[in-house]
């Protein structure tokens, strides 16, 4: 058996989404490598070696059994599957969505073809010194024999070194964990809770699942509903409240974040197309009483799909009392989400278009809704 090691790296990005990029890359390395121990600050600084927009840098540490040579493969994998292509023509440096170096391997001292450890021009870069103090200020340079504190404190490179107030974490169960509880919203038929249960089983999620199926008015409602509109709005919402504040109010311990299949706002956004304007009125009142004690999503996520995906969804999972449901209906409540994501700015909203992905069929489109709600959720941490 391989005997664990630490090697520690260093990440930037001058890029594209340059915080997501360097928190996708955490994610890649602790799949493809093993467990990241440590992060640094973030910090800012200017090209280095050419000209080109500022970098967002930082250095991480990890625990891995593979061999040096193993992880510069897996590193090079990581940066083609980010989308980078190294500069391969001998002119020099050039702005990079994604830039992954190996620091240390322990203390090796190594010396090929392929690879030179420690890297030989860490200590000619703050840009490196200055996030690797924050994570191993008193790890010896094997050849040097002087730590990271003293290595930067005798960097002739002069550049501004600027510490961010930015925040990346180990792995998505941690930057789910910071965020407790993701709500993720949809019409009739868009997968959400389909979503919900891949990500809470992905990422030890504790499910909160809308309970709709033995509601006595919904077929009735299908029928006739001027007729079975306020029952079932009424019905709806005294069960989503009681629900929702008994599965919001109490956290797992086993488990670290929430992530439900709704939010409780539906409840105000269906009742809006099917009331009448004097039963919605009244509905409106007992709401707004019910929504000030509930508690509100960190992430929330509506899942678009068009009207004739919808229509295919439904179709497909069989369920006799939405058969009839029309194709306008369906529009009333995409148009009632959408004016509801406008009213609230406030809310931690996130779009999410998958008309044209399959997320229970495709890994890589389960991989990229994951990905959206992982570079968003950085987005709104910093």
């Known amino acids: 058996m391989n005997r664990t090691k630490t090697a520690y790296l260093s990440i930037g990005s001058n890029l594209g989404e340059k915080l997501p990029n360097l928190q996708q890359a955490i994610v890649l390395l602790g799949k493809e490598l093993g467990r990241v121990i440590a992060i640094s600050k973030v910090y800012e600084c200017p090209a280095w070696g050419f000209v080109g927009a500022n970098f967002l840098n930082i250095c991480i540490s990890l625990e891995t059994t593979f061999s040096p040579n193993q992880i510069l493969e897996r590193i090079l994998d990581i940066e083609q599957m980010m989308g980078r292509r190294r500069n391969l023509d001998g002119k020099g440096y050039v702005s990079r969505n994604i830039d992954i170096d190996i620091l240390y391997f322990d203390s090796e001292i190594i010396n090929s073809g392929d690879l030179t450890l420690p890297h030989p021009k860490m200590t000619e870069r703050r840009f490196v010194l200055g996030p690797l103090a924050d994570i191993a200020p008193q790890f010896y340079h094997p050849i040097l024999k002087k730590d990271t504190r003293n290595l930067l404190q005798e960097c002739k490179d002069k550049s501004i070194l600027e510490k961010t107030p930015y925040v990346l974490y180990t792995s998505r169960e941690s930057l789910f964990m910071h965020k407790q509880f993701m709500a993720i919203e949809g019409n009739i038929g868009a997968g959400k809770t389909s979503l919900a249960k891949k990500i809470a089983f992905d990422f030890n999620g504790k499910l909160v699942l809308e309970r709709f199926a033995d509601n006595p008015f919904l077929p009735n409602f299908y029928r006739d509903q001027a007729r079975y509109a306020f029952p079932l709005e009424m019905s709806f919402l005294a069960d989503r409240y009681q629900q929702f504040t008994d599965d919001t109010s109490q956290y797992d311990l086993f488990k670290n974040f929430m992530v439900s299949d709704y939010d409780i706002f539906k409840s105000l956004i269906f009742a809006k197309i099917t009331l009448q304007k004097q039963e919605f009125d009244l509905y409106r009142k007992i709401f707004n009483v019910m929504y000030k004690e509930v508690k509100k999503p960190k ?23 939405e058969q009839e449901i029309h194709p306008e209906y369906l529009e009333k409540i995409n148009r009632g989400y959408f004016d509801y994501i406008k009213g609230y700015p406030e809310l931690s909203s996130l779009v ?7 997320f229970l069929e ?9 990905r959206a709600i992982q570079d968003f959720a950085v987005s709104q941490s910093n």
């Open 362 to 370: 495709h890994p890589e489109d389960y991989e990229k809704i994951v």
């Open 299 to 321: 992430i929330y996520v509506y899942l678009y799909q068009n009207t004739h995906r919808l229509l295919e969804n439904i179709k497909k999972r069989g369920r006799d009392y």
């Open 352 to 358: 999410l278009d998958i008309s044209e992905l399959d």
